[in-house]
């Protein structure tokens, strides 16, 4: 792929307000390993090379296995996510591709069974960084490193 334009360097002011936000949702009291999910499942949504390479990176320095990344594109066929798993993925893929059908209100509802509203909150927001880096780096063909 051609290498397109930097935009860390173009939109400098602008582009650090999204690492803000990254640090912000990264320093939020989000679960480590919910965080690495919701990364990895919106890059697989979005086909995003660049941040599925990063994050799954991330997520088995982190201790999450091999095998659970490898079925995360199937996780609602395998038992080996947990209930609360479960819902931020599913939360994961409705906001992400928000243009289909959005939030449903069976996945918000069984978000809110779970966890505080704060918590619910974080969800979004991580789902929502993530949404804004995988554009990034698919709009800029931002090279693999």
């Not at 995003?48 to 609602?76: K, P, V, Y």
């Not at 609360?84 to 939030?103: D, H, K, P, W, Y």
Request: glycine share 4%; proline share 1%.
């Amino acid at each position: 792929m051609k290498k397109r334009i930097d935009l860390s360097a173009v939109t400098a002011g602008v582009y650090k307000r999204i690492i803000a936000l990254d640090t912000a949702v990264q320093n939020s009291g989000l679960d480590k390993t919910h965080l690495e999910l919701i990364k990895i499942r919106a890059s697989q949504v979005n086909g995003c090379a660049f941040c599925l390479n990063m994050h799954t990176s991330d997520a088995l320095n982190q201790g999450e296995t091999a095998q659970r990344i490898f079925l995360l594109n199937a996780w609602r066929e395998t038992e080996l996510f947990s209930r609360e798993e479960r819902v931020i993925l599913a939360m994961t893929e409705e906001i992400t591709l928000i243009s289909q059908n959005g939030l449903s209100e069976e996945t918000y509802e069984q978000a809110a069974q779970l966890f505080n509203e704060e918590y619910v909150g974080l969800i979004i927001m991580a789902i929502i960084t993530i949404n804004a880096w995988n554009r990034v780096a698919i709009s800029t063909h931002k090279p693999l490193d």
